[in-house]
């Protein structure tokens, strides 16, 4: 049995068909690419899985664990974590602190013990603090533990976003763009960053990707969303092949549409 | 609608405590303790009142500064405080020691209470909310009179601790500062270093990303209701108790108003900041009492010029410092630690700089 389950799944706003019957495994530790036009869906199905829209049918199911009405926030106590298309940073925190956001639910202190700031807290602190550098460092990020999230530069933030969803060492991750507003080399090295968490943590990877060096570099499978339904699904040399995908990014060709 | 702490072009880091800040402390805190040993009577009666705001704008800062929830209602907290304190002693003849944290717990329930319909609001219809409670409680304490005594206020006794009376300013400048100083290290260990903290700031940051990280919304806004109306509460007992008589005109909405201004004029979500505004926002009437008397004739004849210079103050701030005084002491500290070096980084903090960076956008 595969490591996260979706089943059918269809969500819609009023009348608009958001997404209709996608379904769709993830095995542990795999990297999963999804594409598709504009408005095909992909960030639905990520606030799907997350729990930030209400699912009209079909089930979401974890490690065999049925998430489908579970609270955004329970669904994080499972490993899920994310990193946001317009990057949801504490612009006044400093980087450090934005990372340790990501330990919330592994730090366990009460709020006499935080009041205090003695004894356990303290000593929760520093571990969290420690792990947090180490996954800073890592990222190459360890320079601007001081700074103002909202300060730092775009490509910066993006990578603090990154660390704070990968510190809590969660099994699943959802990775909305996480290359735009990054130029080619800088997107490179995010793919080998991606590659480096997957062989690191073994967490399984989503990501909702425009740049296709960068989907066809790293990911194991590529899904293809057009209009809210699956279109094509497949490794990716297959799926550059594909004429329906082909169809869908780039219209019908001349000789086909005439033929 | 979201508050965030100080102008969106500008990042001041929200500062953790660092070792030149205990240093700062400890020579502040001599300073306090010997401090009523110089003043009259009325000066340390002004401090006893400065240091019952300071707990009042540190508790609010918590739901507004750290969580970003406003609250116009938070006079009524302080008179939840205040009433269930001067009757838990004068009714049920409790110690003032018990009576105290015990007022700062019903207090927090009442916070609880109003937190509930208040999870599903946000800015301006959350402000309105917390003013329609405040009304509540105001009509609660007229109707009610048998025990609050109503419209004519309550005496409220004087505090006795272990069979000794504090009756004067002085000895109540002794009861009262040693709390202050242990709530407001309280609120800053929350807020600097704490999961709970974290998550307060997440909540008013965003709220998608403080959920997908795992915090309730639900449970982490009652919390920071709770503690702030905890913060009321116990604010409130002390008060009624030192000024010995009670009534609705002490909690109107006009000190609601008068605490969110310490906070905001402050700093939001430092502590640091809602000491200081707490202290310039109630000693301002002193100032203006003071100046009053080099002005002309015909304003120093109007009665309003207190509102028209409190007002005045607001927008200014408002205007030139939208990060309140403690970004404005962060920026001096900066200027000073690179003082011979200072023109390169002092440009990044010029208001011209700022305006051109919102241009561009």
């Known amino acids: 049995m595969s490591f996260l389950e979706i089943d059918n799944l269809s969500v819609s706003f009023g009348g608009l068909k958001a997404l209709t019957g996608v379904s769709l495994s993830v095995g542990r530790g795999e990297i999963l690419a999804v594409v598709g036009p504009n ?19 079909g089930s979401i199911r974890l490690e065999g664990k049925e998430l489908t009405r579970m609270a ?5 106590t499972l490993g899920i974590t994310r990193t946001f298309q317009n990057l949801e940073l504490l612009p006044f925190k400093t980087a450090l602190d934005n990372i340790l956001m990501g330990l919330h639910l592994k730090i366990h202190t009460g709020l006499f013990s935080s009041a205090i700031h003695f004894g356990k807290n303290r000593r929760m602190e520093e571990r969290a603090e420690a792990e947090a550098l180490g996954v800073m460092s890592s990222l190459g990020i360890r320079f601007c533990r001081d700074s103002p999230a909202g300060s730092l530069p775009f490509v910066t933030r993006r990578m603090v976003e990154l ?23 800088e997107t490179r090295e995010l793919g080998k960053v991606i590659k480096w968490i997957r062989a690191e943590y073994g967490t399984a990877i989503i990501l909702v990707e425009h740049d296709m060096s960068l989907v066809m570099g790293i990911s194991d499978r590529v899904l293809v969303l ?3 339904m699956k279109l094509s699904e497949g490794p990716p040399d297959r799926i550059k092949r594909d004429k329906q995908v082909q169809e869908a990014f780039l219209g019908k060709s001349y000789d086909d549409a005439g033929g | 609608m979201s508050i965030k702490s100080g102008n969106s072009k500008l990042y001041l880091r929200e500062d953790r405590e660092k070792r030149s800040d205990w240093i700062f402390f400890i020579l502040v805190l001599p300073v306090i303790f010997v401090l009523p040993l110089f003043l009259g009577s009325y000066s340390t009666y002004l401090c006893n009142l400065v240091g019952i705001y300071i707990i009042i704008a540190v508790g609010l800062n918590i739901l507004t500064g750290y969580t970003g929830q406003v609250s116009l209602g938070h006079a009524a907290f302080v008179a939840c405080g205040a009433y269930a304190s001067a009757l838990l002693v004068t009714r049920l003849h409790l110690s003032f020691l018990i009576a105290m944290p015990l007022a700062g717990v019903i207090t927090s329930v009442a916070g609880l209470i109003t937190a509930i319909p208040a999870l599903r609001l946000k800015g301006l219809y959350l402000a309105i909310a917390t003013m329609a409670f405040s009304f509540i409680v105001g009509e609660a304490i007229v109707a009610l009179s048998d025990l609050t005594g109503g419209v004519g206020g309550m005496f409220v006794p004087n505090i006795v601790v272990f069979g000794y009376k504090i009756s ?16 407001c290290l309280a609120a800053k260990a929350v807020g600097d270093h704490s999961r709970i903290g974290r998550a307060f700031f997440a909540i008013r940051d965003s709220e998608p990303a403080a959920e997908a990280f795992g915090v309730s ?27 010995g008589m009670i009534g609705p005109d002490n909690f109107t909405l006009m000190h609601s108003i008068q605490y969110i201004v310490m906070v905001v004029v402050g700093g939001m979500g430092s502590v640091a900041g809602s000491i200081m505004g707490a202290v310039f926002i109630s000693l301002l009437p002193e100032g203006i009492r003071i100046v009053k008397d080099y002005l002309p ?18 927008l200014g701030f408002m205007i030139f ?9 962060l920026r001096i500290k900066y200027y000073m630690k690179r003082f011979p070096f200072n023109k390169k980084k002092a440009r990044i903090f010029k208001r011209r700089e700022i305006k051109y960076s919102s241009a561009m956008e």
């Open chain 1, 226 to 228: 057009n209009f809210g």
């Open chain 1, 163 to 185: 660390a704070r969803a990968l510190v809590s060492r969660p099994v699943l991750m959802l990775l909305d763009e996480p290359s735009s507003g990054m130029n080619e080399q």
């Open chain 1, 72 to 76: 955004v926030h329970k669904r994080a």
């Open chain 1, 39 to 57: 408005g095909a869906g992909k960030s639905t199905l990520f606030n799907a899985v997350n729990g930030f829209v209400d699912v009209q049918g």
């Open chain 2, 297 to 314: 004739e015909f304003l120093r004849q109007e009665q309003e010029l207190h509102m028209v210079i409190y007002a005045l103050v607001m």
């Open chain 2, 321 to 329: 410092e939208p990060s309140g005084m403690y970004g404005r002491w």
């Open chain 2, 168 to 183: 004067t300013d002085r000895q109540f400048f002794y009861l009262l500062f040693p709390l202050v100083i242990l709530l």
């Open chain 2, 217 to 243: 919304l639900t449970q982490y806004k009652i919390l920071a209701f709770v503690l702030s109306s905890f913060y009321a509460g116990v604010a409130g007992s002390l008060l009624a108790h030192y000024l």
